[in-house]
């Protein structure tokens, strides 16, 4: 970050200088701040690209108009940085944590992520949140000197955004502040409100888009059907399509004005003077009561009209069958492992399994799959 930009930075927010730095020493670059390097470390690995064929609600094949890993990583990164410039909050930073954040999911979104889990069941668990500190620490092989990226602190900090008290005593410094019950920095907290912003809305969209989904039962939605109702006021005659639109837009739109005031507001009230007192005190990047009920009503429908419908559901039990085929297939005979795989584990075990499942995109999987069970597939 340049001198000027850095000015603007609030001293809450997290500055370059005071990080606490990198497992591995390193010269710092003339001209990258230290995030800035964290978020290109991001774009260049091979699991953010992987992002591309992993899905978030729809399967990757049922069509090239929904959202994806990638593209649902991306809309984060630019509803955090947008709240992040607005807070005076670290934008680098901010980016960074979004664009990784769902770098450890497995194939096919959460059922194959809940099937992973359940064949990990006595080998440690298997948590895709875990699983993308692990993809940065450990997993990304691109330097001569270390495994990983070798990403900051505060960086890996915001990664890791939820972790079991077991698990945390695992982690060193990164897993304490489960431990102590204390904040991550306001970037953390702000990336994963985004990812709250960004999936609420683009499940409307996909939803509709799908025809799973209608605007009548929308209607029923407090946040949808007021600016739906303006939307209709003030364009008459809108086509479906972009009636939806508009109104996703409107409704990000308040979301995004709604966190940032609120959020200013609980930093008057608190107010934290650094990085310390951040994370000593409560959490500060939070929606109103009012917008956070209604975001709690939109949740509880999409899960009931979406996520459970019967054709999310038929797909989400076929991947879950091809994750656990695979995991199967592989921890009854380690042969059938590509030779890296079974090298990896001996040293391991099942997590090398894991991991190597967990990598997989949708169509990898499938793929795979038919390798495994079908004669004549190669
Ligand atoms: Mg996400």
Redesign the pocket.
């Known amino acids: 970050m340049s001198a000027a930009a850095s000015r603007t930075l609030a001293p809450y927010a997290v500055h370059d200088g005071e990080s606490q730095g990198r497992q591995h020493a390193e010269e710092s670059s003339a001209s990258r701040s230290a995030f800035q390097r964290d978020r290109d470390r991001i774009i260049h690995s091979s699991a953010f690209r992987r992002l591309e064929y992993k899905t978030q609600v729809f399967v990757n094949h049922e069509g090239d108009l929904f959202r994806t890993?990638l593209t649902?990583?991306l809309e984060?990164a630019q509803i955090a940085r947008s709240i992040a410039r607005n807070l005076g909050l670290n934008e680098d930073l901010t980016e960074a944590i979004s664009l990784a954040?769902?770098l450890g999911h497995t194939p096919f979104g959460h059922a194959g992520q809940d099937a992973l889990d359940a064949c990990m069941k006595t080998h440690g668990g298997f948590e895709h949140n875990l699983q993308s500190l692990r993809v940065v620490d450990v997993l990304e092989e691109r330097y001569g000197g270390f495994d990983g990226l070798n990403l900051c602190f505060e960086t890996r900090e915001g990664i890791l955004k939820h972790c079991s008290v077991e698990n945390a005593r695992t982690l060193g410094a990164i897993g304490l502040r489960f431990i102590e019950r204390k904040q991550p920095s306001l970037e953390a907290q702000l990336a994963n409100l985004a990812?709250e912003i960004?999936?609420n809305n683009h499940d409307i969209d996909d939803g509709l888009r799908s025809g799973l989904l209608t605007i009548d039962q929308m209607m029923a939605i407090d946040l949808f059907a007021r600016h739906a109702r303006t939307v209709e006021q003030t364009f008459s005659k809108l086509a479906p399509r972009r009636l939806i639109l508009e109104t996703v837009r409107r409704m990000i739109n308040e979301l995004i004005t709604d966190v940032t005031e609120t959020t200013r507001e609980n930093i008057r009230a608190a107010a934290p003077e650094s990085l310390a007192d951040v994370r000593n005190g409560p959490a500060l990047i939070a929606f109103s009561p009012r917008i956070r009920d209604e975001a709690v009503q939109l949740k509880r429908f999409l899960r009931k009209e979406l996520y459970y419908h019967y054709r999310v559901q038929r797909m989400a039990n076929k991947a879950k069958r091809i994750v656990t085929e695979l995991f199967e297939a592989f921890i009854g005979n380690a042969d059938l492992l590509p030779d890296e795989h079974q090298e990896r584990m001996k040293e391991i075990g099942a997590r090398a399994i894991a991991d190597y499942v967990a990598g997989m995109t949708d169509r990898y999987a499938i793929r795979e799959h038919r390798r495994l069970f079908e004669i004549d597939a190669q």
């Open positions: 890993r649902h990583s984060v954040h769902d990812d960004a999936y």
